[in-house]
Nanobody, 126 residues
Framework: QVQLVESGGGLVHTGGSLKLSCVAS????????MGWFRQAPGKERESVAA????????FYADSVKGRFTISRDNAKNTVYLHMNSLKPEDTAVYYC???????????????????WGQGTQVTVSS
C-alpha cells in the first residue's frame, strides 16, 4: 500500500510558476513509476507528466511540454512537478499517482496507476 500526499498548489497569475510536491509513504518508492494528472471542472482527468522509477525516462502531455518538468528524489520519497509559464487553462486539481512497474518507460494513462493522492488545487488567473 502506498499513500500519497500532494502539496504546493495555489493561486498564481498568468505566466507565473508553481512547484508541486508529492510525498509517498513506504520503503519501496524507487520501485514505482510516478505520474501527475489533472482534472478541471467539467472535464475529464488528463495526464500531465510521468517519470520512471530511476528518472531515466519521462513523459509529458503536449500541452505542457517545455513549460512543466517532472522530477523525483528517491531518497526523499518525493516527486515534483515544476510548472512555469502557467496559463489559465492549466487551472485544475492536480493529482499525484503511483504504480509498481518493471517497465523502463512510465505509463501515461491514468488507468495504469493504482495509488492516488487527494489532489491539490492550482488556479491561474488571467
Amino acid at each position: 500500500q502506498v499513500q500519497l500526499v500532494e502539496s504546493g498548489g495555489g493561486l498564481v497569475h498568468t505566466g507565473g510558476s508553481l512547484k508541486l510536491s508529492c510525498v509517498a509513504s513506504g520503503r519501496t518508492f524507487s520501485s514505482y513509476a510516478m505520474g501527475w494528472f489533472r482534472q478541471a471542472p467539467g472535464k475529464e482527468r488528463e495526464s500531465v507528466a510521468a517519470i520512471s522509477r530511476s528518472a531515466g525516462s519521462t513523459f509529458y502531455a503536449d500541452s505542457v511540454k517545455g513549460r512543466f518538468t517532472i522530477s523525483r528524489d528517491n531518497a526523499k520519497n518525493t516527486v515534483y512537478l515544476h510548472m512555469n509559464s502557467l496559463k489559465p487553462e492549466d487551472t485544475a486539481v492536480y493529482y499525484c499517482a503511483a504504480t509498481w512497474t518493471t517497465m523502463q518507460n512510465p505509463p501515461s494513462r491514468g488507468t495504469s496507476y493504482a495509488y492516488w493522492g487527494q489532489g491539490t488545487q492550482v488556479t491561474v488567473s488571467s
